[in-house]
């Protein structure tokens, strides 16, 4: 959960970059780590590591970008 309001954070002033691009990552870094807890609550290991690859995918995307 500390992930996803990571990126609720990220959408606030004066961390948002600009408000396209930078918004849809940072949605996309809470969607997928809301995912993550989601599976990591029901103990479902195949959709932890589908999510979990999902929210990796979305930071490094993010990071490529914006570092």
């Not at 959408?11 to 948002?16: F, K, L, Q, S, V």
């Not at 809301?34 to 590591?49: F, I, N, R, T, Y």
């Not at 490094?60 to 970008?65: G, Q």
């Amino acid at each position: 959960m500390g992930v996803a309001e990571a990126g609720n954070l990220l959408m606030m002033a004066p961390r948002a970059k600009d408000t396209a691009e930078w918004m849809t990552m940072s949605g996309a870094l809470t969607d997928s780590a809301m995912a993550v807890a989601k599976a990591a609550e029901a103990k479902d290991l195949d959709a932890l590591l589908k999510t979990g690859g999902e929210m990796y995918k979305a930071c490094v995307a993010c990071h490529a970008k914006y570092l």
